[in-house]
């Protein structure tokens, strides 16, 4: 009879202590969904991007640009780039980098969109429009683009996307 009692109040104290964890995982979990925000996971893993000093265009306009986003004066870029010209896939990237540095980006989608896929630039292009869409609250292009630049190996930027974080923008789109 002892046997049997000493069992239950250990089947009792297993059920109350399992019982305990799973409360304390189910606040924790909620604690971090109502902490999510894209501003945040945004913040998390955007890196500025910097110019190589080498390799100045050679169109006057573009080196302009340049000249400008070393300056970090992305309001003047996004001012020029209204300019006709002909923008190659750097001052894509540059000015699409401007757009993002002022909070706009729908625009520096537009830009990022620009860069050719065989160009120089394209990781980098990839990236950070990726992060335009996390930006944007557009969590479906966010997380497509964000799972091919992690399942690419041969990416610059792979590291920056863990499979935690690309569970993060699958959270966010509960919201």
């Known amino acids: 009879m002892n046997t049997t009692i000493s069992l239950k109040k250990l089947v009792r104290y297993t059920m109350a202590f399992a019982a305990g964890i799973c409360l304390i995982a189910a606040i924790v979990l909620t604690y971090k969904f109502l902490q999510l925000s ?13 110019l ?8 006057k306009e ?5 000249d400008l986003y070393y ?10 780039s209204k300019k006709p010209r002909l923008p190659d896939d750097k001052t894509f990237l540059l000015i699409g980098m401007s757009h993002l540095q002022t909070n706009d980006a729908f625009n520096a ?4 969109r620009q ?35 992690k ?25």
Do not use: C
């Not at 894209?38 to 991007?49: A, E």
């Not at 573009?62 to 340049?66: F, M, P, R």
């Not at 300056?71 to 020029?80: D, H, Q, V």
């Not at 989608?109 to 990022?112: E, G, H, R």
């Open 151 to 175: 399942n690419n190996e041969k990416h610059i930027y792979r590291q920056h996307f863990s499979s935690s974080f690309l569970n993060d923008i699958r959270m966010l789109k509960w919201k």
């Open 71 to 80: 300056s970090k004066n992305y309001k003047l870029i996004i001012k020029e």
């Open 115 to 149: 860069i050719t896929s065989s160009g120089r630039y394209y990781h980098d292009a990839q990236f950070y429009l990726s992060l335009a869409y996390l930006k944007n609250n557009d969590y479906d292009q966010a997380l497509g683009l964000m799972q091919q630049i």
């Open 52 to 59: 190589p000093l080498t390799r100045k265009s050679q169109n």
């Open 38 to 50: 894209p501003d945040r996971l945004y913040d998390d893993v955007f890196v500025i991007y910097h």
């Open 62 to 66: 573009n080196k302009k640009i340049e």
């Open 109 to 112: 989608i537009a830009a990022f």
